[in-house]
């Protein structure tokens, strides 16, 4: 799936509200956002902070990011289902309050990028420790909440999956939403390999190629195909990364080079496309899909060193994650609705939360502003 996503920017509590522990009565709650019911507006509500079982951790939530995956799950058509209610956001990063007994990965005070099934999006969300990645020096927290998704999508579909070299053309699709950005960024300075931006605006190519794409297709305006064989000739492109599916998954298809590789990597589209096996015949080229989440259950190992490249690639600076957005924790409601009718570009976030996309910012609820949430879309 598409990994629009959104940032939420952490909160600056004063030392003294980093009090939550579970063996100590602080006496108050914290807010986070629920879905009591599919399709119907979030809510804001004090939640009860619960204890800290052995192997797990408590995060102050400084950024939550907002994915296209916690809009779908808010409308009953992801392929998890939380039981309702539950709070949405799957990647956040914040620094830590409290640990189990049986943790030593983590301290209280680490920065830390987390994932999460579904309860990020709150000033505090209580995970086991192996979701947890430490951020080093020089990588600001709002830039480490976009990484989780964005990047760890990235990387494992232009490394693992497409098997990208050096040199190789790569057309991406929604090229301007957070995950075709990260691709862009991978693919043009890790990878050395020359892209192709597709996107829907003449606005999200110029951002695209701002980005470091060698040049763009405003698919809104005609054939991808024909717009793509005359950049690169008959020839065609070696990997295609599509977000969106439908028709222009089927026209990315067959603008493949002999021996491509095509990487489904969501449907932000609506439309699911049939693959035309003559297709692949033809060319001899792959069609291969990309589901991040599974790696956490089938293949743990390979989707940490996918984190953890992307961590160290931004601590070098080879990488530099685009924030599109940033809305208060309240704003939550408004933050779906900016990425769903397309106005984000790169990650939309909030200060609190850190998500792809967009960002969501929580600051202590006595400040005027005080939550962001921002959040990536899909171009």
């Known amino acids: 799936m598409a990994a629009m996503a959104a940032v939420v920017w952490g909160r600056c509590w004063p030392r003294a509200w980093l009090c939550r522990r579970a063996g100590q009565d602080c006496g108050r709650h914290y807010r986070a956002v629920l879905c009591a019911e599919l399709k119907q507006p979030l809510a804001i509500e004090e939640v009860a902070p619960r204890p800290v079982r052995p192997h797990e951790v408590r995060v102050d939530v400084h950024f939550c990011g907002i994915n296209f995956a916690d809009i779908l799950v808010c409308h009953g058509q992801y392929q998890k289902r939380p039981q309702l209610p539950f709070t949405p956001g799957v990647e956040f990063a914040g620094t830590v309050l409290e640990t189990g007994t049986d943790v030593s990965t983590v301290k209280e005070g680490d920065r830390v990028i987390g994932i999460s099934?579904?309860?990020?999006?709150?000033?505090?969300?209580?995970?086991?420790?192996?979701?947890?990645?430490?951020?080093?020096?020089?990588?600001?927290?709002?830039?480490?909440a976009a990484l989780p998704v964005s990047y760890g999508t990235a990387i494992l579909a232009l490394e693992h999956r497409a098997r990208t070299q050096p040199g190789e053309t790569v057309l991406v699709t929604a090229a301007a939403g957070a995950t075709g950005l990260a691709v862009i960024d991978v693919a043009t300075n890790i990878l050395q390999a020359k892209v192709i931006a597709a996107a829907g605006s003449d606005e999200k190519c110029q951002l695209a190629m701002q980005r470091g794409a060698h040049s763009s297709v405003n698919y809104s305006q005609g054939s991808l195909k024909e717009a793509v064989r005359k950049l690169v000739g008959n020839g065609g492109v070696n990997v295609v990364i599509d977000t969106v599916g439908g028709d222009l998954f089927l026209e990315a298809l067959r603008s493949l080079a002999w021996e491509g590789r095509i990487v489904v990597v969501g449907f932000a589209g609506g439309t699911i496309a049939s693959v035309p096996a003559n297709l692949l015949l033809l060319k001899n080229v792959s069609a291969m899909g990309l589901y991040l989440s599974r790696y956490w259950d089938q293949n743990f190992p390979l989707f940490s060193r996918g984190l953890s490249s992307a961590i160290q690639y931004c601590q070098q600076g080879r990488i530099q994650p685009h924030i599109g957005a940033v809305f208060k924790l309240e704003e939550v409601n408004d933050a779906f609705l900016h990425v769903t009718q397309r106005k984000s570009t790169g990650k939309v976030g909030a200060h609190l939360f850190c998500f792809p996309s967009t960002f969501l910012k929580l600051l202590p609820q006595d400040v005027s502003h005080s939550a962001l949430h921002q959040r990536e879309q899909h171009a």
């Open 117 to 144: 099934g579904f309860n990020g999006m709150a000033e505090e969300c209580v995970v086991d420790h192996k979701a947890l990645w430490q951020i080093p020096e020089g990588v600001p927290l709002r830039e480490a």
